[in-house]
């Protein structure tokens, strides 16, 4: 096959039995998506590549391995043989179980008709935003945002539109600014609780605020709650479909992947009303099937089995976010807010005055350890820093704060 260049965009003049063609490619849908990007982490692994011993502090990968009961219900599980195909939304007895932890931790109730069973959460949303949005539709996001669900609603031909959360108030849930966002065209809400980048674990009240305008406007949500399991101190989840009228007009996405160290199995679970349930499977069937048989024996296992292994992985997750957080607020012209939720921390650098996208290289450069800028987050991130502390052990997350504290008292010395 002879490739020409072409003077067309995207397109390419292709020999094929000796007749000249111009074959288009890509589908338009994907001329019209942002570039998809993961920030500092491919810089990251270049150099790890290099030979380089990089302190990763900006994937949200949690550093725990996979509980043994879970690995070992997994493992049976191919001994026994269950390597056919399944049942297209999931088995029934996971999902029979999921409804029961629903019921019991998220408040929702919701039969096992009404779980999907997900390649992750990635999956759900990815279906949900084709299932929901048609070509126009507004889908508004909260900023600072997980900028991961931003093709997904692209590639349904999606508008997203950013409602900007105020870092002054503690990027408290603000009505009045997600309403102000709406317009005719708004289709959707997509909310990220507890939140990423910020740790934000939204309250009772702040989510009632959210309610009352998707009700008002008649808006379906997109709740991804993905950490509902690492919540620290006084801090509470609440499943936003456990309001007063909001499970018929929510799709809450949920996942294996933080709370019990299961990132690699790509395995979570979406929760709907039968009326949007019977569409999320068809365009479900149709992207993938169903999920490995064999390996929602490990999530079965996992939501059945004894939750202390859940329990012990926050509470090393409570003490490194302890060590990072006093480390960082010791530094002089960094804040950080402790988190109350997730593995993240959201430090304030604003008054080094330099944009968080340069300062992460800058960061990486000169100590190995790799942050992401704020700005990843989008422009209301900008002047905080995404610090993963659920990445790395205790001991390297010392060393991470040894070299950061030395970097930024060099910044303090420039400053005057």
């Known amino acids: 096959m002879l490739i020409i260049p072409l003077p067309f965009t995207l397109a390419e003049t292709v020999l094929i039995n000796g007749n000249t063609q111009i074959m288009k490619w890509p589908a338009d849908r994907l001329l019209n998506t942002s570039p998809k990007s993961f920030g500092i982490y491919e810089k990251a692994m270049s150099m790890m590549e290099q030979g380089i011993d ?18 070992e219900a997994t493992k049976q599980a191919l001994d026994d043989g269950l390597v056919h195909y399944g049942e297209f939304p999931g088995t029934l007895k996971f999902r029979q ?106 309250t009772r009240t702040e989510l009632e605020g959210l309610a009352a305008i998707a009700i008002k406007h008649d808006l379906l949500v997109m709740c991804d709650e993905v ?39 790509r395995m979570g679970y979406a929760v709907a009303c039968e009326t949007f349930m019977k569409d999320l499977l068809k365009v479900s069937m149709n992207d993938m099937a169903h999920v490995n048989v064999f390996i929602q024996e ?81 422009s209301c991130g900008e002047g905080h820093l995404r610090i993963c502390f659920g990445a790395e052990p205790y001991e390297r997350l010392e060393t991470a704060m040894d070299r950061l504290t030395d970097f930024f008292s060099q910044k303090n010395e420039t400053l005057g």
């Open 54 to 71: 990089v302190i990763h502090l900006e994937v949200g990968r949690p550093n725990f391995d996979t509980p043994k009961h879970i690995k």
């Open 97 to 202: 179980a999921l409804s029961e932890k629903l019921s019991v931790t998220n408040n929702i109730t919701a039969g096992p008709d009404e779980i999907l069973i997900t390649s992750g959460l990635t999956q759900g949303a990815f279906i949900t935003c084709i299932t929901a949005i048609d070509p126009g539709d507004e889908v508004i996001v909260l900023g600072p945002y997980y900028p991961q669900h931003f093709n997904k609603v692209e590639l349904a031909g999606g508008k997203l539109i950013v409602a900007p959360l105020d870092a002054a108030k503690g990027f408290q849930l603000d009505p009045e600014v997600i309403e102000a966002k709406i317009t005719d065209k708004t289709r959707m809400i997509i909310l990220v609780n507890p939140t990423n980048p910020t740790g934000r674990a939204f």
């Open 227 to 265: 950490y509902e399991q690492i919540i620290y101190d006084n801090s509470a989840h609440t499943s936003l479909a456990s309001l007063p009228g909001m499970y018929e007009r929510t799709i809450t996405l949920f996942a294996f992947t933080k709370g019990y160290a299961m990132d690699g199995w």
């Open 298 to 378: 490990g999530g079965f296992a996992a939501i059945t089995g004894d939750q202390a292994c859940v329990r012990d992985m926050v509470a090393e997750d409570l003490r490194r976010r302890d060590l990072v957080c006093s480390r960082l607020s010791a530094i002089p012209n960094v804040s950080c807010n402790l988190p109350e939720a997730s593995i993240y921390a959201f430090p304030n650098v604003s008054a080094f005055g330099i944009p968080t996208a340069a300062l992460v290289e800058e960061i990486l450069e000169k100590t190995h350890v790799a942050c992401e800028a704020g700005s990843f987050y989008g």
